[in-house]
């Protein structure tokens, strides 16, 4: 059974601060990481991938991956208040095997 | 592009009464998904499609489940006979083939269940 951890949060930063999700799982063999933002009562958003060890930016979100460590985490520059919502880390084997989700990290910024 | 167009977006329906959930994926995309969010359990894989045939079904969690994509712009998900527990909100997302970052999926707005 392959697992995705998430912490389950509150995560509460005030506005400006930097964010810092993370996010571990369980299968040595995950390719692909990825990071969903959900609204309260709306559909996850793909955020960013990230495939390499190492660091991806993009604007204000930075993805980490470690896969030694099994660890990958998301950093969110400059918080604002719209930055507010559940952030699911996801994982697969790669190509299109089966995603896992993990349950969610509620972020809450504080203005 | 509509994105991906789930219906019904909201049912409420009696326990032991057929429920059937629609989805119509993004023009193009091969591969499409069917996903359970709950608060206890998170997101769930149910079963997901390759081009109209279905790949894994290991996440359907029992024989009132079943899923069909008669073709490349409609699945179905029945559940019958529907019971409490299956309250939730049923998520479709569909997802192209092609190189870095093609593995992302597109999510609909999803169908929020209940069963009484």
């Known amino acids: 059974q392959k697992e995705v951890e998430q912490n389950s949060g509150p995560l509460s930063v005030p506005e400006g601060a930097i964010a810092s999700l993370n996010c571990t799982y369980s299968?040595?063999?995950?390719?692909?990481f990825f990071w969903y933002r959900q609204y309260s009562g709306k559909s996850p958003e793909l955020i960013m991938f990230i495939y390499s060890n190492g660091d991806k930016e993009d604007g204000r979100f930075t993805a980490q991956l470690n896969k030694a460590s099994q660890y990958v985490s998301l950093l969110i520059r400059d918080s604002q208040p719209s930055d507010s919502a559940t952030y699911l880390c996801?994982?697969?084997?790669?190509?299109?095997?089966?995603?896992?989700f993990g349950t969610g990290t509620k972020l809450q910024v504080i203005p | 592009d509509a994105g991906v167009i789930q219906s019904p977006r909201h049912e409420v329906t009696e326990m032991g009464q057929e429920v059937t959930l629609r989805c119509k994926p993004i023009s193009g995309h091969d591969y499409l998904f069917w996903y359970r969010q709950t608060m206890m359990r998170g997101l769930e894989l149910l079963i997901y499609f390759n081009n109209n045939v279905p790949i894994d079904d290991s996440g359907m969690p029992e024989d009132r489940f079943s899923a069909k994509m008669p073709n490349a712009s409609f699945s179905t998900l029945k559940i019958q006979p529907s019971e409490p527990r299956d309250s939730a909100v049923y998520f479709c997302a569909s997802s192209p083939l092609g190189t870095e970052g093609a593995d992302t999926q597109y999510f609909g707005p999803g169908t929020r269940l209940t069963v009484l």
């Open positions: 299968d040595r063999g995950s390719q692909s």
């Open positions: 996801a994982v697969t084997d790669g190509g299109y095997q089966k995603v896992t």
